[in-house]
């Protein structure tokens, strides 16, 4: 009999196809304009836009950030990269029997400080508790509910003057041979400070997870116009989101190994530990797809923002097979795989 | 220090306190039209209703149902006592390594088919992994929107024709003396089921879960017209629904314990364990407050759907304490206290 295994959860292609096989698979089919089976970032159903994320994240207070943090910032992001505006944030708390309360509040703090922060309120929950023994300390799921903004219409108005744009909302069949893509910062900072930070790497004296909500930010690459999708690169990192788009776009990515944003910490922990910071989960960044007359617009007005400031045009879209070429440093030309999963467990 | 006990996730009054002091006091208070500091069945923002829960039902699979069924269920009928129509559900999974695919596939069949039965699709989702031993098996969080719709207008017009009518969803604090309240069915269904399913007890034979989707049955209700606010006696039961209704209405309500709708065996089973099940939640009930002229008709409406067919008048709401009496079978008078938590844990 087949049993789930840790990969069933870690974001690359072995999830994808236990998804679509044990679970989409059995729920009815939807009227919905992004739906189900389109297995977005969020889906949008009579102008709402609609997510949930479950959060496992170990520890559940790390270097940059928390299960709270993480879970709010999550659910607000899933909503903005579709180019929404995210407006509630519902959340479901599983509390082990036994958790000292002192760490409940911690958390729920922190929840509330990153609710405050991006603006978008807590407006509904449900607490449980299992008794001790039958749930690692803790886990919260959150959802969420966004709506069209007159912010998206512009955005894509803008991208309309330069190339047909096939759907009304950020999605990750929205690229088009010629677009430009974006990358908001450093790479790889999530994963590794967690990684290391558990196993006691000592790494995590410089990496710091970047978990952060972006929807300010998005709002400032929306105002300039032209982007036409976006995804925060969370379990299987860059490498995931990239395959993702040429799937679904049937489009070819080319990247440029060079100007991909990674800090000197995060490279050196990786080679150390046999990792490849493009296939690892981060929590406060977004790739962008834009037309090309746009991209440096796009690219200033992030770059503005405090969780932008590292941005940098990281390769552009071609027609081609559905796969990411990577140029390295050397000269040479390499495959981006999709990732089987995160090598990092319980990230987020 | 203090630590998380069973009953903070009970749904009684240890709960709410808890609640209260621990995660609502950290979350920034919004403009909702039905805010989290209500603490109803869902919030409204923005005329979109908006509910989630979490389900660590134990086992996995009962007589009369599963997590699956319990998750699509619940939410869907959360919206649905706000007087709302659902329109759409999300639903985070969290499973444990180790954990046999066949049964992923059993619940999500049972999530499908219950999506399929009251017509609300699952539209998004996600799903996570936890090392062996770091969760009992399974969690499910399942998020739902819900829309405003004419039945609710027309259902509220009819019950001003009587008397003001304060909130315009059927909140919990809607109710007014002279109100009539109907229970939708048997009550501690659910609970028996599950805690004699569980010990092995053996009433199982006789008493199933009722856990089902009462979105049909409610808008029935809604057509009859007048009803004044709903809830559905999940953890804690009648009980805690009543208490909550007193509280927050500011009312008092006097029930018959005669006319409560009881199965022979959920009594028997209760005497046996000296568990109240007045206190019990069930899973595919609802209580119903309505103004007086339009109770019988309510009533007529509800018992006329398969859900509904052991409906009855149960009680009204006086002026008085925040309270609930109930005129026992005897002649005496007593009072239903709000339960601390429920007496079966892990029961949704």
Redesign the interface.
């Known amino acids: 009999?087949?049993?789930?295994?840790?990969?069933?959860?870690?974001g690359g292609e072995i999830?994808q196809e236990?998804?679509a096989k044990?679970?989409?698979s059995?729920?009815?089919?939807?009227?919905?304009d992004v739906?189900?089976e389109a297995m977005d970032d969020?889906?949008v159903?009579?102008d709402?836009v609609?997510?949930?994320?479950?959060?496992?994240v170990?520890p559940l207070i790390f270097p940059g950030g928390d299960i709270g943090k993480i879970s709010v910032a999550g659910t607000v992001n899933d909503i903005s990269v579709m180019g929404a505006t995210p407006?509630?944030i519902?959340?479901?708390?599983?509390?082990?029997?036994?958790?000292?309360?002192?760490i409940?509040?911690k958390i729920?703090?922190s929840?509330?400080r990153t609710?405050?922060e991006c603006g978008v309120?807590?407006?509904?929950?449900?607490?449980?508790?299992?008794?001790s023994?039958?749930?690692?300390k803790m886990?919260i799921?959150t959802?969420a509910?966004g709506?069209r903004s007159k912010l998206l219409d512009d955005d894509l108005k803008v991208a309309s003057r330069y190339r047909k744009v096939k759907d009304r909302w950020c999605t990750d069949s929205n690229l088009a041979p010629g677009d430009v893509i974006i990358a908001s910062g450093t790479l790889g900072d999530h994963g590794v400070a967690l990684l290391s930070f558990r196993e006691g790497y000592g790494f995590e004296s410089e990496i710091q997870s970047d978990v952060t909500p972006l929807n300010k930010m998005i709002a400032e690459g929306l105002k300039a116009g032209g982007i036409v999708t976006m995804k925060d690169p969370t379990r299987g990192g860059l490498a995931n989101t990239l395959n993702e788009w040429c799937s679904k776009s049937h489009v070819e990515i080319e990247i440029e190994q060079a100007s991909i944003p990674l800090r000197a910490g995060v490279i050196s922990a990786c080679d150390l530990l046999g990792i490849d910071p493009l296939s690892i989960g981060n929590e406060g960044k977004v790739i962008i797809g834009c037309v090309p007359s746009m991209a440096d617009h796009v690219l200033k007005a992030i770059k503005r923002t405090p969780e932008g400031r590292n941005a940098a045009i990281i390769g552009t879209v071609k027609e081609g097979k559905e796969r990411v070429i990577m140029r390295t440093e050397v000269g040479g030309k390499r495959i981006l795989e999709p990732p089987s999963g995160d090598p990092v467990?319980?990230i987020c």
């Open positions: 009999m087949s049993k789930i295994i840790m990969n069933h959860g870690a999830m236990f998804l044990h679970i989409v059995h729920f009815p089919k939807a009227g919905a739906p189900l969020s889906a159903i009579e709402i609609f997510t949930i994320d479950g959060h496992t170990n407006i509630a519902a959340c479901s708390v599983i509390l082990e029997e036994g958790l000292d309360i002192e409940v509040d729920m703090e929840m509330g609710s405050r309120p807590i407006v509904t929950g449900d607490t449980k508790v299992m008794e023994g039958a749930l690692d886990v799921s959802s509910i709506k467990p319980r």
